[in-house]
T-cell receptor, first 119, second 114 residues
Framework: GAVVSQHPSRVICKSGTSVKIECRSL??????MFWYRQFPKKSLMLMAT?????????EQGVEKDKFLINHASLTLSTLTVTSAHPEDSSFYIC???????????????FGAGSRLTVL | AQSVTQLGSHVSVSEGALVLLRCNYS??????LFWYVQYPNQGLQLLLK??????LVKGINGFEAEFKKSETSFHLTKPSAHMSDAAEYFC????????????FGQGTRLTINP
C-alpha cells in the first residue's frame, strides 16, 4: 500500500535556529500534501495544504513566514520552521494523497510524524 | 464549518469487553466521517469511513461505526477488546469524500486492561 515517510522523526534545536522536516511519498505521486500540528493530548490541527508546483494554502492563524512549506516535486514536501522558539515545540504530521490509479490514489496516507523540541 | 467532539479523552476497558468510543459531529452539509487509529510513534491509520452509503460501516481489526443523523453521532465500537487495540483514536469529518482537509476530534486514548 501507499507509504509516506517523514524525516527526521525527532529533532532538537536551539531557539532561533531553523529546522526542516521532509515528507516523502515513497510509492506514489502525491499531488496534494497536508501538514498538521499535534499538541500534547490535543487533536491534529491542519496547518496548510500544499499542491505540487504551487504555493501552499495556509489555515487561518498559521504564520506562513514562520512555517515555510515547499512542494517542489510529486514525492516531496518540506516544512521549515524558521527562527524556532520553544512554543513551536510540537508533533508535526504530514499526509499525502495522489490521483489517478495505483497506490495512494484518492487515499489519504499519513506519515509517522516528526517531534520537534526547541530548547 | 464542521467540528467533531469526542466524549472522553481516555477510555479504559478490560480485555474481551465491549469497546465504545463516542464521536459527535457538526456539519452544515452531509458529512464524510472517518475514524483513525494512531499507535505510539506511528502515523494515523484509517479504520473506517462513512461516505453516505450504508449507515453501519465495518472497518479493519473488527471495528465498526454507525452513522446516526438524528443524533449527529458516529460512535466506534468493537465487540471484544484485544490488548493490541490500545492506541489513540481520532474521529474526523470532511466535506470531501477523499478525506482531504480533515477536521479532527481531540482524540480518545484507549487502554486495555488484562
Amino acid at each position: 500500500g501507499a507509504v509516506v515517510s517523514q524525516h527526521p522523526s525527532r529533532v532538537i534545536c536551539k531557539s532561533g535556529t531553523s529546522v526542516k522536516i521532509e515528507c516523502r511519498s515513497l510509492d506514489f505521486q502525491a499531488t496534494t500534501m497536508f501538514w498538521y500540528r499535534q499538541f500534547p493530548k490535543k487533536s491534529l490541527m491542519l496547518m496548510a495544504t500544499s499542491n505540487e508546483g504551487s504555493k501552499a494554502t495556509y489555515e487561518q492563524g498559521v504564520e506562513k513566514d514562520k512555517f515555510l512549506i515547499n512542494h517542489a516535486s510529486l514525492t516531496l514536501s518540506t516544512l521549515t520552521v524558521t527562527s524556532a522558539h520553544p512554543e513551536d515545540s510540537s508533533f508535526y504530521i504530514c499526509s499525502a494523497i495522489g490521483t489517478g490509479g495505483g497506490s495512494g490514489a484518492n487515499v489519504l496516507t499519513f506519515g509517522a510524524g516528526s517531534r520537534l523540541t526547541v530548547l | 464549518a464542521q467540528s467533531v467532539t469526542q466524549l472522553g479523552s481516555h477510555v479504559s476497558v478490560s480485555e474481551g469487553a465491549l469497546v465504545l468510543l463516542r464521536c459527535n459531529y457538526s456539519s452544515s452539509v452531509p458529512p464524510y466521517l472517518f475514524w483513525y487509529v494512531q499507535y505510539p510513534n506511528q502515523g494515523l491509520q484509517l479504520l473506517l469511513k462513512y461516505t453516505s452509503a450504508a449507515t453501519l460501516v465495518k472497518g479493519i481489526n473488527g471495528f465498526e461505526a454507525e452513522f446516526k443523523k438524528s443524533e449527529t453521532s458516529f460512535h466506534l465500537t468493537k465487540p471484544s477488546a484485544h490488548m493490541s487495540d490500545a492506541a489513540e483514536y481520532f474521529c474526523a469529518v470532511s466535506l470531501v469524500q477523499g478525506a482531504q482537509k480533515l477536521v479532527f476530534g481531540q482524540g480518545t486514548r484507549l487502554t486495555i486492561n488484562p
